[in-house]
Every structure is written in structure tokens, then in C-alpha cells.
């Protein structure tokens, strides 16, 4: 069993930044896959962004690519979500996820990641 906790979110204006975090339980927390989605009210659930093992492969939606920018540390068993030049429309509870099993590649898709955090509001006003 893992758990996720995030933490960072909030309110900020636009143009303003915020930095996610995500504490993992488990002992082999390097050898997973992490990723950050995103659900808007009335939207369904979207990806952010994907981090590999060692933190030298990342992946991000166009919509946030050279905005966001994920990364690890494995000896923290934490993984963040520096947030720059936020817009409203990155409004959103935004959710961290864990791969542990490989047993699904696409890590886009969110049935690729077997444990989920509870999620933390992210507020962008204009």
C-alpha cells in the first residue's frame, strides 16, 4: 500500500507561482512512476505532467510545457510541481499518482498509475 500527500496549493494571481508536493510512502518510492494530474469542475480529469525513476525523464501537456516543471527527490520520497506564470485557467485540484506496478505504459493516461493522492485545490484569479 502507498500513500500520497499533497501539499502547496492555494490561491495566487495570474502570472504568480506555487510549488506542489507530494510525499510517498513505501520503501522503493525510486522506482516508481509519479505523476501530477488536474480536474477542473466540470472537466474531466487531465495530465500535467510525468516524472521517470531517476528523475532524468520527464514528460508534460502542452498546455503547461516551459510553465511547470516537475521533479524528484528520491531520498525524501517527494515529488513537486513548480507552478510559474500560472493563468486562471490552471484553476484546478490538482493530484498526484504513483506507478508501482508497470504493468500499463501510456503514463498520459491515468489508468497507468495504481495509487492516487486526495488532492489539493490550486486557485489562479485574473
Known amino acids: 500500500q502507498v500513500q500520497l500527500v499533497e501539499s502547496g496549493g492555494g490561491l495566487v494571481q495570474a502570472g504568480g507561482s506555487l510549488r506542489l508536493s507530494c510525499a510517498a510512502s513505501g520503501r522503493t518510492f525510486s522506482r516508481y512512476v509519479m505523476g501530477w494530474f488536474r480536474q477542473a469542475p466540470g472537466k474531466e480529469r487531465e495530465f500535467v505532467a510525468n516524472?521517470?525513476?531517476?528523475?532524468?525523464?520527464?514528460y508534460y501537456a502542452d498546455s503547461v510545457k516551459g510553465r511547470f516543471t516537475i521533479s524528484r527527490d528520491n531520498a525524501k520520497n517527494t515529488v513537486y510541481l513548480q507552478m510559474n506564470s500560472l493563468k486562471p485557467e490552471d484553476t484546478a485540484v490538482y493530484s498526484c499518482?504513483?506507478?508501482?506496478?508497470?504493468?500499463?505504459?501510456?503514463?498520459?493516461?491515468?489508468?497507468?498509475?495504481?495509487?492516487w493522492g486526495q488532492g489539493t485545490q490550486v486557485t489562479v484569479s485574473s
Open positions: 499518482a504513483a506507478d508501482v506496478s508497470h504493468s500499463y505504459s501510456d503514463y498520459v493516461s491515468p489508468y497507468a498509475y495504481d495509487y
Open positions: 516524472i521517470r525513476w531517476s528523475g532524468a525523464s520527464t
